[in-house]
């Protein structure tokens, strides 16, 4: 039996997010994740300029978001993989690779979104498109979104895991689509509901996107809620995550004992202290001359 395929895609778009810190985010990310024992295939970003990012029909920086998105299918296609680890970037990043193996695993995929926030926005909500990945992987949203996904997923394929203080619109489309969910206290409690999903639905693969925003930003400072520049009302009215790294790594060794996981990205790295750290040095004689 030959062995599966697997590649690495890095991938440091920060323009869904509108937030220019995800790029060195998912750069330092690539740095620090093990070294590869498969193809690891950069995609090219447009790096962040002085300029603001404009709102392009509903979407802020639409043009560098789907030519990126178009990029990272070209690459996925060209190497046919069993098997994809995704390193960004904004959530957005796992819309190519997610959407490649919905169509290559079928009925037998189903999507893990580990994740505060449910990610099923459209532009009417929205200008922010690393809001809109899950909805678009469901087919929901805008256009040229869900243009990428060929084999759209049903809500009873997907699990939000970690979902803390969902809007009104967010708590409407779960329900209307029969979205499972995941308290954070069920899965700091062992994951029942996670685990019963995968049974019920025989679910044989999964995709697991893992957004960092999970985490107790209070324990794990490399987050948006930790921004060291924003005061404490910034973020009222937004859930914030409240896992600990050791409830996320339980999580995923667990439904990777009862399927196949063959998706695996992680998301909206913001080191505030290294990119702090960076634009230091930049500013200092010697070093940066």
């Given at each position: ?10 991938m ?5 997010g509108?937030n220019?810190?995800y790029?060195?985010?998912?750069q ?51 190497h ?14 796992d ?5 490649y ?32 990945v899950?909805?678009?992987?469901m ?9 990428a ?54 679910i ?5 996107h ?18 060291p ?26 439904v990777?004992n ?32």
């Open positions: 039996m030959s062995k599966l395929k697997t590649i690495r895609l890095v440091p778009q920060w323009q869904g509108n220019p810190a790029h060195f985010g998912a330092l990310l690539a740095w620090l994740a093990p070294a590869a024992n498969c193809p690891v295939i950069s995609i090219p970003v447009t790096p962040p300029e002085n300029n603001p990012l404009s709102d392009e029909g509903g979407i802020v920086g639409r043009r560098q978001v789907i030519a990126q998105l178009k990029r990272a299918q070209s690459a996925i296609q060209l046919s993989p069993d098997k994809i680890a995704v390193l960004g970037g904004d959530c957005l990043v819309l190519a690779p997610f959407a193996l919905a169509g290559k695993y079928q009925q037998g995929l189903g999507i893990l979104w580990i994740d505060a926030h449910p990610d099923v926005m459209t532009p009417a909500e929205f200008s922010h498109s690393h809001a809109h899950l909805g678009a992987l087919g929901h949203g805008d256009a040229e979104l869900t243009a996904v060929t084999r759209p997923i049903s809500g009873g394929k997907v699990m939000i895991a970690g979902l803390n203080d969902p809007t009104a619109y967010e708590t409407d489309f779960i329900q209307q689509h029969a979205i499972n969910t995941c308290s954070p206290d069920e899965i700091k409690a062992g994951s029942r509901p996670v685990l019963d999903w995968i049974e019920n639905e025989k044989t693969h999964l995709a697991v893992f957004d960092l925003d999970v985490l107790n930003f209070r324990k794990f400072r490399s987050v948006l809620f930790a921004n520049d924003s005061d404490e009302k910034t973020f009222d009215g937004i859930g914030k995550g409240t896992l600990e790294i050791d409830d996320v790594i339980s999580l995923i060794n667990q990777n009862v399927s196949t996981i063959v998706g695996l990205g992680i998301a909206e790295h913001l080191p505030w202290d290294a990119i702090n750290m960076k634009r230091m040095l930049a500013s200092l004689p010697l070093i940066s001359d």
